[in-house]
Structures are given as structure tokens and as C-alpha cells.
């Protein structure tokens, strides 16, 4: 899942998430990828790192049923309740090229990108301070190139291609590494990685300890 706080181009200042929407072409919603009246959501479960689950490569999907739109729904819901602006079905131990961002402030954007592909980037890169629901609390800064093209499929399977920049742009691929079993961390030092990974571990421990300590006294 992709969340962020801000993003510098080159050297320049940072800019705030909320200047950085935009009502570019790239930006703009298509009817291709968004999913319309999404009902009966659940929110799910987040895997989180370093759960060895995340590292595991999805597959195409090859499916287009209702199933898969009731998956898309309930991506959607967790994704906004979480709340964030990007999720990838890994992220929920569904290994599927499957992902649903909403980079728009009001979160009336929903996209959907199922088996995308990154078909052309740009030579321009940016520096974001990405983070993600599988690593909660932590952000680092990290370069990705300013504008990629995508190609998807849409939830009926029909074929769509957008130019996308800024934060979608960020986000798209930061989703797109999900489906290929790499964290955003990964971009990072051993040392750094190592350093979150023991973070993330005794906060879990400490979640279950607290958690066990509850049980035992409502009992």
C-alpha cells in the first residue's frame, strides 16, 4: 500500500500531498478504471513485514466474474479505511496482479489496474517519502522515475493505457512492486532494512503480549 507525506522533485523544496493533486490529463479519472458502486465491502486483514507472504510474486489474472469485483470492493474499503491511497492485492494475501489506487483528495478516484504493466518511462526522476500499511510508521525517501505510461486491464478485462505523473505516478509503481514480491524498503540499505525489520518485529510482539494480556483478564 502505498501512503506518503512528501515529494521534491530533484532538490527543490518539498510539496505538501494536498498542492500536489493536480487536474493534469494524466490525472484525470477514466471511466476504463474505475469500478462504479462498490457494495457489500468488508475491510481486510494487511499483511505485515516482514511476513515472508509479501515477497511472493503474483499472478495474472485471467478471471473477470463477480468474484473478483467483489475483491475489488473489498481492496477498495480497506484501502480507504486504513486509510491510504494505494493497495495491491498481495498486501491482503491475495497473490493477484491486482491493484486499486485513489490519489484524489475528495477519494471519489478509484482506479483499478489488473495485470499492469509500466510500458515507457521518463529519464526525470523524483524523490518521494513513501510508506505503507505493510510497514506501519515507517518512511523513507525514495527515486522513481516523474511519468510512466501503463497498460492494464480494466474489471471487465478491456485493455486501457494512461500517461501517469506526479503522485499517481509514484504510486503506480510503488503498487506494481508489490505484485512483483518487492517491498519499498527494499530500495533501502541492508543496514536501514534491517534496522525497520526489528522495529516492525518487537512491535509486533508487543501487540500479541498486549493483546494476550486483555484476553487473560476479561476472562
Do not use: W
Request: charge should be positive.
Amino acid at each position: 500500500m502505498c501512503t506518503g507525506k512528501l515529494l521534491k522533485t530533484g532538490c527543490l523544496h518539498p510539496v505538501s500531498l494536498s498542492i500536489l493533486h493536480s487536474n493534469e490529463p494524466a490525472c484525470k479519472i477514466s471511466s476504463q478504471t474505475v469500478v462504479p458502486e462498490l457494495i457489500q465491502m468488508a475491510r481486510l486483514p494487511i499483511l505485515r513485514y516482514p511476513d515472508p507472504r509479501l515477497l511472493k510474486p503474483s499472478k495474472p489474472v485471467t478471471d473477470f466474474d463477480d468474484s473478483l469485483k467483489s475483491l475489488i470492493a473489498d481492496m477498495a474499503q480497506t484501502m480507504y479505511e486504513a486509510p491510504g491511497v494505494g493497495l495491491a492485492a498481495p498486501q491482503i494475501n491475495v497473490h493477484k496482479q491486482l491493484i486499486v489506487i485513489d490519489v484524489s483528495e475528495q477519494k471519489n478516484g478509484l482506479r483499478v489496474f489488473i495485470n499492469p504493466q509500466i510500458v515507457k518511462t521518463c529519464e526525470e526522476k523524483v524523490i518521494f517519502e513513501e510508506g505503507c500499511l505493510s510497514l506501519p510508521g515507517i518512511y523513507d525517501e525514495i527515486e522513481r522515475p516523474a511519468r510512466v505510461t501503463v497498460r492494464a486491464l480494466d474489471a471487465d478485462g478491456k485493455e486501457f493505457e494512461i500517461e501517469a505523473e506526479g503522485l499517481l505516478a509514484v504510486c503506480v509503481q510503488h503498487e506494481i512492486d508489490h505484485l512483483k514480491g518487492c517491498i519499498f524498503v527494499d530500495y533501502l540499505s541492508p543496514m536501514k532494512r534491517n534496522r525497520i525489520k526489528k522495529k516492525l518485529l518487537k512491535e509486533e510482539r508487543e501487540m500479541k503480549k498486549s493483546s494476550s494480556g486483555s484476553t487473560g483478564r476479561k476472562k
